[in-house]
Nanobody, 114 residues
């Protein structure tokens, strides 16, 4: 059974930082592309960042230079370091494991507000 469990969401001030983690089980983690997506109220889910098995990455333009995605194959985790947070980063953040089709976590709320 595949499980992706996100953690690390919460409330941050504008300009602050949060670190999201995704712990995976039930998959051969090292061969999956890991992604972070987000969905704000009334909006479609959008890609935030993606890291491939060889650790190449891509980011949404809105987060480039502020967010960093990484992976630890030994620990089967994917991490999203979010710095210089803005109110528009407020959303539910989802972890994905992609190889053809995708598995999804349950999501973690990130709220950026003063």
């Amino acid at each position: 059974q595949v499980q992706l469990v996100e953690s690390g969401g919460g409330l941050a001030r504008p300009g602050g930082s949060l670190r999201l983690s995704c712990a995976a089980s039930g998959i051969v983690f090292s061969i999956y592309t890991m992604g972070w997506y987000r969905q704000a109220p009334g909006q479609e889910r959008e890609l935030v960042a993606r890291i491939r098995p060889g650790s190449t990455t891509n980011y949404a333009d809105s987060v480039k230079g502020r967010f960093t995605i990484s992976r630890d194959n030994a620990k089967r985790t994917a991490t999203l370091q979010m710095n210089s947070l803005k109110p528009e980063d407020t959303a539910v953040y989802y972890c994905s494991a992609e190889k053809g089709s995708a598995y999804w976590g349950q999501g973690t709320q990130v709220t950026v507000s003063s």
